[in-house]
């Protein structure tokens, strides 16, 4: 990406991603609501802006799910897939979620996420540097 012309960001171009962070200085400063043409996408890069269209789920709804490409293949979403609901389905699972994962729970479970921890990076002690998706979050249990 240059630092002149025309801001560009392309969530599959793979130069971006190995330092996105130029590309999002200048997207907040020249391009808040930014349009990719290419892939026919919009991006927000302003916290506050994010911050406000959260709220407003009937404009910006989470309904057909975070990923572009299964936006654009008009995927039908089975229900009960929380990131991917509005209210008041989304707001329904939601409380349901929140009874089970309280700070009690979640608290109980720091001995157990504390010895994972030590058991998956301890090979990593003498490591220079390591891709963390490789070594480590790929075995993060799911449940």
């Known amino acids: 990406m240059s630092r002149s012309g025309p801001v560009y960001w392309d969530p599959f171009d793979r130069d971006i991603a190995g330092d996105p962070y130029p590309v999002y200085q200048r997207l907040r400063a020249e391009a808040p609501l930014y ?4 892939h026919d996408f919009y991006a927000l890069s302003r916290h506050e802006d994010i911050d406000r269209c959260l709220t407003d789920w009937k404009t910006f709804s989470s309904a057909r799910g975070p990923i572009l490409e299964i936006i ?4 039908e979403i089975p229900p009960g897939t929380l990131l991917m609901e509005d209210p008041p389905a989304h707001d329904i699972h939601r409380a349901l979620l ?6 009690r729970w979640v608290t109980s479970l720091e001995p157990q996420v504390r010895d994972f921890c030590r058991r998956s990076l301890d090979r990593l002690v003498d490591v220079d540097s390591f891709d963390l998706m490789a070594e480590f979050a790929n075995e993060v249990p799911c449940a």
């Open 35 to 38: 349009y990719n043409d290419r």
């Open 98 to 103: 929140a009874r089970v994962f309280t700070p």
């Open 72 to 75: 654009k293949a008009n995927v």
